[in-house]
């Protein structure tokens, strides 16, 4: 991902020939290929939505990642999702840099065939040496590459050899008492209707009200996090994330946040309590102690993440995008680099490790003490 193309070449030939074929065959292919019981399949890749597709559909090179990695646990950040930021905001600042929010770039900016800044959305230039976009490469290349930019052809291609992941709904949910009296659990479920994933994902895709809801992952955020009872006294929260394709919602993408109206609203209220009655099914003694409840579709992933079709994940982790090999952080736009989850996988750690990629795609053999860092502690 890092190298020039005349090494990457070479080196890419050399790894084709040398890794285990079932590295990037689908994951069912691979799992049917060891065993025909179909319900040990059904419980080995039981956390299939963490990379947004079923077993057949997905590589088995992201199933195994993600497997392998909860052998050392799953983590929670104390303080919750926003620490994060606060941790690296600082770090960026003693750089020299700076952070913005609500700040969205409408375009990368190309002269004499280099990327050389971003323009704003209310119109003012930052220029910059590079860029480096984190938007997705659905994003950059369709919507932030001017029409005139250099190789913009090339990716346009490029775009129709990959898929976006699949979209999401998410349900927030306040509960008015301490996860401990509520004897809510750190760990997360992950409930489905049966062991056939793929069926019963195109069954309610085709027809969502007759069928029953192929995924519903809950998770428990402040029984997870050691100071959410400080912060917020006799109060818990449940997170719970489901399918809920873009098309549902299609009709209302154009109207604003929050003001789309009462069929909407009556569309999302319908799928929150399909969501509470699975709740409800595994933890009973909820029923009547949530407090408030409010459901985010496709539309709002657009609205906040900017993921145009609510892709819960930007691109599909299927074995065909991991033989992208376009899919790295140096593009062939002089200045313009790639980062996030597009370059590598999704979740906050292939994120991350796409982030220390573009570092080192940018700053060379200067980066690779940060890559020891990273890896070795
Ligand atoms: C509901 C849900 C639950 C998840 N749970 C987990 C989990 O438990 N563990 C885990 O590891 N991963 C989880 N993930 C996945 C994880 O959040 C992502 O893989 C990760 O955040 C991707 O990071 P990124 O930096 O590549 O992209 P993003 O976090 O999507 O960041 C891209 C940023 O670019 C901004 N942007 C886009 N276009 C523009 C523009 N034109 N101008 C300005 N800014 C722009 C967006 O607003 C966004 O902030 C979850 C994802 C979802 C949706």
Redesign the pocket.
């Known amino acids: 991902k890092v190298l020039p193309d005349l090494a990457a070449g070479p080196l890419r030939k050399l790894v084709d020939r040398t890794a285990p074929a079932f590295l990037n065959k689908p994951t069912r292919e691979v799992l049917e290929g060891l065993t025909n019981n179909q319900e040990l399949i059904a419980v080995l890749t039981g956390q299939w939505g963490?990379n947004g597709l079923p077993p057949a559909e997905s590589s088995f090179i992201i199933h195994a990642l993600i497997a392998r990695h909860y052998l050392y646990g799953?983590y929670y950040p104390i303080g919750g999702a926003s620490e994060m930021a606060k941790t690296i905001i600082p770090v960026i600042q003693q750089s020299g840099g700076e952070v913005f929010t609500y700040?969205?770039?409408?375009e990368i900016l190309i002269e004499k065939g280099k990327a050389v800044g971003v323009r704003m959305?209310d119109g003012e230039d930052v220029r910059a040496p590079l860029v480096i976009s984190?938007?997705?490469v659905f994003?950059t290349f369709d919507?932030?590459l001017p029409e005139t930019a250099p190789h913009r052809d090339y990716y346009q291609e490029k775009l129709t050899t990959v898929e976006r992941s699949m979209a999401?709904n998410?349900l927030y949910i306040g509960l008015e008492d301490t996860a401990e009296n509520l004897k809510l659990p750190k760990t997360n479920y992950w409930i489905y209707p049966g062991t056939n994933y793929e069926k019963q994902v195109s069954d309610f895709v085709a027809a969502p009200d007759e069928h029953d809801i192929p995924l519903t992952y809950i998770?428990f955020p402040s029984a997870k996090d050691p100071s959410f009872a400080e912060r917020y006294p006799g109060r818990a929260t449940i997170?719970i994330?489901a399918p809920g394709p873009y098309d549902w919602y299609e009709d209302w993408a154009d109207e604003t946040w929050g003001k789309r109206g009462d069929e909407y609203e009556a569309k999302k209220e319908a799928y929150a309590q399909r969501l509470l009655a699975k709740l409800y099914e595994k933890f009973p003694h909820l029923d009547g102690k949530v407090d408030y409840y409010e459901l985010s579709t496709p539309l709002s992933?657009d609205y906040?993440?900017?993921?145009s079709k609510g892709e819960?994940?930007?691109l599909n982790h299927s074995p065909s995008r991991f033989e992208q090999d376009w899919l790295k952080p140096k593009t062939r736009i002089p200045g313009l680099y790639l980062?996030?989850?597009?370059v590598m996988t999704?979740?906050?750690?292939?994120?991350m490790i796409?982030?220390l990629l573009a570092t080192v795609a940018v700053s060379g053999l200067k980066g690779l003490p940060l890559a020891k860092r990273m890896f070795v502690g």
Do not use: H, M, P
């Not at 700040?103 to 409408?106: L, R, T």
């Not at 906040?304 to 993921?307: A, K, L, M, S």
């Not at 980062?339 to 597009?342: E, F, K, N, R, V």
């Not at 999704?346 to 994120?351: D, E, H, L, M």
């Open positions: 963490d799953g700040a969205d770039v409408k959305a984190n938007a997705g994003n919507k932030l999401s998410c998770s997170e994330v992933t906040f993440c900017r993921y819960i994940y930007g980062t996030g989850q597009d999704c979740g906050v750690a292939g994120a796409g982030g």
